[in-house]
């Protein structure tokens, strides 16, 4: 239903801050919750945060709340996950996810309908 593309992801030193981008396609994205995922090398994907069709209902791991912040602008169809206090362990694959629904965002990975195709964050010691 609708087309992802992450984007801003790179190689950032430890205690430094990066913002991810999500376009997204379609007309209907502001009918979508969405969510940010990762996946660490040998690691199983993992859920990072997600917000609601129009951003009145934010969800976050517990381990990241505080450094990450999701928010999302539905008049140019984009999603952003700001990451403060970057540290080695957040090393990994970020994905964009959409979920068609104007409740709650879902907070696992077989809520969701559409993913894009990750971007790269490599965070250095």
């Known amino acids: 239903q609708v087309q992802l593309v992450e984007s801003g992801g790179g190689l950032v030193q430890a205690g430094g801050s990066l913002r991810l981008s999500c376009a997204a396609s379609g007309r209907t994205f502001s009918s979508y919750a969405m969510g940010w995922f990762r996946q660490a090398p040998g690691r199983e994907r993992e859920f990072v945060a997600a917000l609601s069709w129009n951003g009145g209902i934010r969800f976050y791991a517990d381990s990241l709340k505080g450094r990450f912040t999701i928010s999302r602008n539905n008049a140019v169809n984009m999603v952003y996950l700001r990451m403060n206090s970057l540290k080695p362990e957040d090393t990994a694959v970020y994905y964009c996810?959409?979920?068609?629904?104007?409740?709650?965002?879902?907070?696992?990975?077989?809520?969701?309908?559409?993913w894009g195709q990750g971007t790269q964050v490599t965070v250095s010691s």
């Open positions: 996810a959409a979920e068609r629904t104007f409740g709650p965002p879902s907070q696992a990975e077989n809520g969701y309908d559409s």
